[in-house]
Every structure is written in structure tokens, then in C-alpha cells.
């Protein structure tokens, strides 16, 4: 099975801190994905890459960025952590159109 | 544009009782459809998936989808529930780029 792999289950990381989200995926998938979870507000896309070194904007892509420069990594970056970012953070491989995607476990971050 | 609405937040059902979860899409071409469950604290697993060909489609854990256009509903059904099928259930639309569009959610209750 595609397995998607986050690196923490829990962070808790102070407000200005700058924060690294790691995911990698082991089923050599060209598409990963970063999404945020909140109670209410489902899940929100905030960056994807379609390759190595790609990165696109989701539709909450403020105070965040991505970094890919291997196919089965996709980092998020939290610039400078603010209390506001305090979420479930999702990532998510998939091959490509209508496979559907993989998630992994996710990482509950909480800013203080 | 595209989107999905779920328009239960929360259903309670008896162990036994059958359940139906309500999603309805708007999406201008023909859709690709997907329902997502996620036990608390963990990622997303794919139930089941619609791309074309049988309306009626059946998935893991003993749950169907019936796709019905005229509608532009894709609404997740299973017979009998079992306590285990509590969790939190996700609909979504895949548009021709693989972004997946998720619906909020319904929470589903399961009572001895």
C-alpha cells in the first residue's frame, strides 16, 4: 500500500517560531499536497506541487510556503508561526487524475 | 466553480440502523467523486470512488454511492451500521487538474 508519512503527530511551537512540516510518500507519485483541517471548515488546499522543485497556490497559501526538491518530499514552511495556524495539517499524495489521493495521519499543530 | 456541500454536520444512528450521508456537487462537467472517511485523530481513507459507468457504486467497509446527475448528488449509504463506522465522513469533487474539492463534513454518531 502507498503509505504517506508526517513526520509529528503533535508540535506545539511558539508564535514568530518558523516551522517545518514534513511529509514523504514512498509510491513515487508525481502530485503531493498540503491541506489545513478545522472544525467547520473542512479541509483547505494550501499549496500542491505537480513535480520536483514545482509549487502551486491553493486557496490559503498566506504565511505559508512549500519546499520539493525530492519527488517523495513536500515540506511546509511556516514563515513565522502565529496563533491563527493552530490546525490539523493534512498531506496527500496521489499518481495523477482520478486516482484519488493518500493521506497521511496528519500533524496537529498548536501555536502559543 | 466548483463545490461540494454536505448539508448534514451531524447524524446519530442506532448500531443496526441503515444510514444515508447526503453530498450534493456543482461542477460543470461530468465529475469525478469521491467519499473519504477519517476516524478521529487520523488522515482520510478513501471509501469509494465514481468516474463513469454504474451509478451505483460499492466500496470498502460495506458502503455504496449512488451517483445520480439529475440531481448532483452522490449520497454514501450503508444497510446496517456497526459502532466502528463512527467517525467523520467527507465527500469531494476532483476537478481535471487532481485537486480534490471536499465538502465540510458530517459527523456520524453510532449508539448501542
Known amino acids: 500500500d502507498v503509505k504517506v508519512t508526517q513526520s509529528s503527530r503533535y508540535l506545539v511551537k511558539r508564535t514568530g517560531e518558523k516551522v517545518f512540516l514534513e511529509c514523504v510518500q514512498d509510491?513515487?507519485?508525481?502530485?503531493m499536497f498540503w491541506y489545513r483541517q478545522d472544525p467547520g471548515l473542512g479541509l483547505r488546499l494550501i499549496y500542491f506541487s505537480y513535480d520536483v522543485k514545482m509549487k502551486e497556490k491553493g486557496d490559503i497559501p498566506e504565511g505559508y510556503s512549500v519546499s520539493r526538491e525530492k519527488k517523495e518530499r513536500f515540506s511546509l514552511i511556516l514563515e513565522s508561526a502565529s496563533t491563527n495556524q493552530t490546525s490539523m495539517y493534512l498531506c496527500?499524495?496521489?499518481?495523477?487524475?482520478?486516482?484519488?489521493?493518500?493521506f497521511g495521519s496528519g500533524t496537529r499543530l498548536t501555536v502559543v | 466553480a466548483q463545490s461540494v456541500t454536505q448539508p448534514d454536520i451531524h447524524i446519530t444512528v442506532s448500531e443496526g440502523a441503515s444510514l444515508e450521508l447526503r453530498c450534493n456537487y456543482s461542477?460543470?462537467?461530468?465529475?469525478?467523486l469521491f467519499w473519504y472517511v477519517q476516524s478521529p485523530g487520523q488522515g482520510l481513507q478513501l471509501l469509494l470512488k465514481?468516474?463513469?459507468?454504474?451509478?451505483l457504486v460499492q466500496g470498502i467497509k460495506g458502503f455504496e454511492a449512488e451517483f445520480k446527475r439529475s440531481q448532483s448528488s452522490f449520497n454514501l449509504r450503508k444497510p446496517s451500521v456497526h459502532w466502528s463506522d463512527a467517525a467523520e465522513y467527507f465527500c469531494a469533487v476532483e476537478t481535471g487538474a487532481n485537486n480534490l474539492f471536499f465538502g465540510t463534513g458530517t459527523r456520524l454518531t453510532v449508539i448501542p
Open positions: 465514481y468516474f463513469s459507468g454504474d451509478t
Open positions: 461542477y460543470g462537467a461530468t465529475p469525478y
Open positions: 509510491m513515487d507519485h508525481e502530485n
Open positions: 496527500a499524495s496521489s499518481p495523477g487524475h482520478g486516482y484519488g489521493y493518500t
